[in-house]
């Protein structure tokens, strides 16, 4: 097994419990722990000896991140994202010639100062499926792809006081894509994942989310409270109607004769 794979599944395991561990740290030592919305573009390709056909693909990412604050302008951020990667390239052997699309956790350090930050670290893919570029041709269809993607990640960008960021962040691929003895009489191509993306965050405390449910909760309440009054007062609105409706309308009055006048 190659070194690699064998820190896959602990990463995995790490990727899903460190939000946890985060907030239970946080409980204990009181630090500020923010959570978060992440969308963004992907440009991809193959790199490695033998992605001499390798073109550029866009594709997306997106998902969920918490961060625990740190003194000194450090933070650690995990996040969940799905994330497409693979090429756009479509010679047998020398591209990747699919689009991969991964269930990525990246496990990072950040250090921030004036709105600035950067960050590194590293990342776990789970890969979900794979859709050639072009129809299966020669083995093509029959190319299998690793399960798993371990990455490194470089990072840097800007966060504003509301919250909102954005960034750029380099992804490089530390695995061979393709399983061995996949390419018939080649051997174990090098061909691994490279990817450049532009993100958008969006980071805010978990007692905002408590406040807003809150406030919806109470609008929804007094929407439903004036909805009940509005029902409980139709019946009776609507007897007064039907009872005005089956009166007897009320007789016109009796003109007064006027007395003749009297002679001069």
Known sequence: ?????????????????????????????????????????????AI??????????LGA???????????AGLAL????????????GASYGFSVGHRLDYLAVPLLLQYHRDGLFVEGGVQY???????????????????????SDLNFV??????????????????GGLDNVFQPGQISG???????????????????????VGQLTVATGRGIGRGALGAVRLIGRAPSALLRAVQRRQRPPA??????ATPPALPE
């Open 186 to 208: 080649t051997g174990q191509r090098q061909l691994r994942n490279s990817s450049l993306e532009l993100y958008l965050n969006y980071v805010f405390e978990p007692r905002q």
């Open 61 to 71: 990412t997106a998902g969920l991140l918490v961060r625990l604050e740190l003194p």
């Open 48 to 57: 490695g000896p033998d992605a001499t056909a390798s073109r550029l693909r």
């Open 154 to 171: 470089l990072g840097i960008g800007f966060q504003d006081s509301s919250g909102v960021s954005v960034g750029w962040r380099y992804v």
């Open 125 to 147: 893919g789970h890969l979900l499926r794979s859709t050639p570029n072009e129809p299966p041709a020669f083995r093509l269809s029959e190319l299998t792809f690793e399960p």
């Open 1 to 45: 097994m190659p070194p690699n794979r064998v820190f896959a599944w602990p990463m995995l395991l790490v990727g899903g419990l460190l939000p946890a561990l985060l907030l239970l740290s946080t409980a204990a030592a009181g630090q500020r722990v923010l959570l978060g919305l992440r969308g963004g573009g992907t440009f991809s390709n």
């Open 251 to 256: 007789p016109a009055p009796t003109p007064v």
């Open 77 to 88: 951020q995990a996040e969940g994202l799905y994330a497409q990667r693979g090429d756009n």
